[in-house]
């Protein structure tokens, strides 16, 4: 994963595979990795930020996103998914993803990375990141 010098492990979850995330090849569809990792990178910044990501004049919006599928994983799983945080700009950082099967956590499944702005909701620009944020990402 790349930068893991300037990343830091700020949270992590489990989230159960569900029969309809898996395609008609018997594996799960690539699409829902990218689903994974936004239900893990919103619970993060809830446990960031709580309400205001959906509350308040300020929000966090992702400009880019990326996934790199590793091994592929199947029903019945759960997996666990740690969420890194770094590399902070004026109004953004970067987030990076290790997804891992609990039936195989030997091996990484895959890996992802979003870039985190934020928002000012009433102008649609980017805002400088308040120190709770600073915060939270650099400990």
């Not at 979850?13 to 990795?33: E, I, S």
């Not at 619970?43 to 929000?59: C, K, P, R, S």
């Not at 590399?87 to 039936?103: H, Q």
Request: proline share 4%.
């Amino acid at each position: 994963m790349s930068e893991a010098s300037n990343r830091r492990l700020v949270y992590s979850c489990t989230l159960p595979v569900r029969w309809g995330d898996m395609d008609a090849f018997g594996h799960v569809n690539n699409a829902m990795y990218l689903r994974y990792l936004e239900e893990a990178r919103v619970q993060m910044l809830v446990a960031m930020l709580g309400n205001q990501i959906t509350e308040g004049d300020f929000a966090t919006v992702v400009i880019n996103v990326g996934c790199t599928f590793l091994k592929p994983i199947t029903y019945p799983d759960s997996v666990r998914i740690d969420c890194y945080a770094g590399e902070l700009g004026r109004s953004s950082f970067m987030t990076w993803y290790e997804v891992v099967a609990l039936s195989a956590p030997e091996q990484m499944a895959s890996e992802g990375y979003a870039k985190v702005v934020w928002m000012d909701r009433r102008s649609g620009k980017s805002a400088p990141l308040p120190e709770h944020i600073i915060k939270a990402v650099t400990g």
